[in-house]
């Protein structure tokens, strides 16, 4: 029965959407491209429970998040906007899969996010596109996601002198990474999402790390 219940996670992991738990380095258009829905909204609720993988056999842990949405960038969201995400097992219940185990991002109720999700598993599931590198904290009107803002605006081109954000792209490749236990400089929220807004409608192309242009 072990073996069987792992082989049947396994297989839930490998059914996830491609879009959602791409690991890979990705940049901004990846994210914006990517995504089904893009949103900064604050977290309202958060609530642990199961759902059944693919085929209907197996609980999974899971959390549901319920948000305010904000600001709506891509995607049909109403004011409020529930998605689930793989979660840890609780109760001392032992589980092979696990939301820590894989890097699935944490949500904090009150806390303020951009968020890039991916589609949808058969199991109702989704995840930020790139894991952490698709979720932003917002604070102060600044953007900090779990990689310290690194790599997302690789490939993009800071010297073409016609993009309309050439400033935020330039200001942002030319800033260190943090040493090690310091905080990362925060990319501006309103630039950011004005970017995530012209590549969503095409009115701002840039190459993606994953091969092509958005």
Do not use: W
């Amino acid at each position: 029965m072990r073996f069987c219940r792992l082989g049947l996670c396994l297989l839930f992991f490998a059914l996830l959407p491609l879009q959602a738990t791409t690991v890979a380095a990705v940049n901004v258009a990846d994210l914006s491209k990517t995504a089904t829905h893009i949103f900064e909204g604050r977290c309202l609720e958060i609530e642990h429970i199961t759902v059944k993988d693919s085929r209907g056999e197996v609980d999974l842990p899971a959390v549901r998040y319920t948000f305010e949405i904000l600001d709506s960038l891509k995607g049909k969201q109403s004011q409020t906007f529930v998605f689930q995400q793989l979660g840890n097992a609780v109760n001392g219940v032992h589980f092979p899969i696990s939301a820590d185990k894989i890097g699935v991002p944490k949500y904090s109720k009150g806390e303020t996010y951009l968020i890039f999700l991916g589609g949808l598993s058969k199991s109702g599931l989704c995840l930020p596109v790139g894991l952490a590198q698709g979720l932003f904290v917002i604070r102060e009107q600044e953007a900090y996601n779990g990689f310290s803002n690194a790599h997302i605006f690789a490939e993009m081109k800071a010297s073409d002198q016609n993009s309309p954000h050439q400033s935020l792209i330039l200001a942002a490749q030319q800033t260190p990474l943090p040493s090690s236990g310091k905080r990362a400089e925060g990319i501006s929220a309103t630039a950011l999402k004005a970017m995530v807004r012209d590549l969503v409608r095409g009115a701002f192309t840039a190459p993606t790390r994953l091969g092509g242009d958005q």
